[in-house]
């Protein structure tokens, strides 16, 4: 049974930090590309950073980019999303992801409040 289990979000003031964490199991993770995406209140889904299977190359969505870092541990089937000077606009749900060409599978997600 295929599971991605996010956990780390919460409440946090302006200019502060959360660790995004992503738990896989039931599938052959070393050999996904991985990504967290979020969808804000009254918006799309939108990518916010992806990482290759082999953890060798990373992309940021413009709007995170030098605030947000993600990174994975194959050997524990986890990758995490380390966010920085988080902004109200940060507001979301967060979703993990893994792909595999044709497999897609995504987390039931966590919910980032950042308000003062």
């Known amino acids: 049974q295929v599971q991605l289990v996010e956990s780390g979000g919460g409440l946090v003031q302006p200019g502060g930090s959360l660790r995004l964490s992503c738990a896989a199991s039931?599938?052959?993770?070393?050999?996904?590309?991985m990504s967290w995406y979020r969808q804000g209140p009254g918006k799309g889904r939108e990518l916010v950073a992806y990482?290759?299977?082999?953890?060798?190359?990373?992309y940021y969505a413009d709007s995170v980019k030098g605030r947000f870092t993600i990174s994975r541990v194959n050997a524990k089937n986890t990758v995490a999303l380390q966010m920085n000077s988080l902004k109200p606009e940060d507001t979301a749900t967060y979703y993990c992801?893994?792909?595999?060409?044709?497999?897609?599978?995504w987390g039931q997600g966590t919910q980032v409040t950042v308000s003062s």
């Open positions: 990482i290759t299977s082999a953890g060798t190359n990373e």
């Open positions: 992801r893994a792909d595999r060409s044709p497999a897609t599978f």
């Open positions: 039931g599938f052959a993770f070393s050999l996904y590309a």
